[in-house]
């Protein structure tokens, strides 16, 4: 089993900055793939960001809106996975989702979500 517990979140204004935090116990050693989800009102849950654990199998993704905004960071020591969110905007506004996927369990697991309002 893991476990995700995100921080981090917050209101900030347009153009701020924010970073997300997500520090994982349990089976970690299990996991591969850690990144970032998001869900705005209305709308599905999208993928923002993931990276792999690191070695020569490599993985980095971003949703293209926050492509040279948003940087996802990882410390396997840690067991923590960090988003740096520059230059907000009101379209980043959504709750989000942290989650970690293990070749262990074969499966998904999920933080309990952390708000990001952007807003004048």
């Known amino acids: 089993q893991v476990q995700l517990v995100e921080s981090g979140g917050g209101l900030v204004q347009p153009g701020g900055s924010l970073r997300l935090s997500c520090s994982a116990s349990?089976?970690?050693?299990?996991?591969?793939?850690m990144g970032w989800h998001r869900q705005a009102p209305g709308k599905e849950r999208e993928l923002v960001a993931g990276?792999?654990?690191?070695?020569?199998?490599?993985?980095?993704e971003y949703l293209d809106s926050v492509k040279g905004r948003f940087t996802i960071s990882r410390d396997n020591d840690k067991n923590t996975v960090y988003l740096q969110m520059n230059s907000l905007e009101p379209e980043d506004t959504a709750v989000y989702y942290c989650?970690?996927?293990?070749?262990?369990?074969?499966?998904?697991?999920w933080g309990q979500g952390t708000q990001v309002t952007v807003s004048s």
């Open positions: 989650y970690a996927d293990s070749y262990g369990s074969r499966r998904r697991y």
């Open positions: 349990g089976s970690t050693f299990s996991i591969n793939v």
């Open positions: 990276i792999s654990s690191g070695g020569e199998r490599n993985y980095l």
